[in-house]
């Protein structure tokens, strides 16, 4: 019902967009979210977003990720200034039944993307 776009490779400083859609006849989420996984580690909150535009972020990318809609069924991840540390797998994951927490948590997503790479070059 999630499927992201927009992975791929960049050098370290420069920026990426991602994109996550809502596929067919599914309706939106609540809470919309984005997850990565660093190889050997679990998976980590980067950011969400409700459907008033509410946003939270993960420590690790305030200042650098800005989460928004694009449309009724698309959210985007901008991404800027990358680090090698940014790489990973990125997930889409919606909440259909809650609301956007500040603390951006696993166990509250229960429809998940297939993820994207990004990968981060020094």
């Not at 809502?22 to 997850?35: D, K, L």
């Amino acid at each position: 019902q999630l499927a992201e776009s927009g992975g791929g490779t960049v050098r370290t400083g420069g920026n990426l967009t991602l994109s996550c859609g809502v596929i067919g006849n599914s309706g939106r989420p609540r809470c919309t979210a984005w997850f990565r996984q660093v190889h050997g580690k679990s998976r980590e909150g980067v950011a969400s977003i409700d459907v008033h535009g509410r946003a939270n972020y993960g420590d690790s990318v305030k200042g650098r990720f800005a989460v928004s809609k694009v449309n009724i069924k698309t959210v985007s991840l901008q991404m800027s200034n990358l680090q090698p540390g940014d790489t990973g797998v990125y997930y889409c994951a919606g909440d259909y039944d809650g609301y956007c927490k500040e603390r951006i948590d696993i166990g509250d997503y229960n429809y998940w993307g297939p993820g994207t790479q990004v990968t981060v070059s020094s």
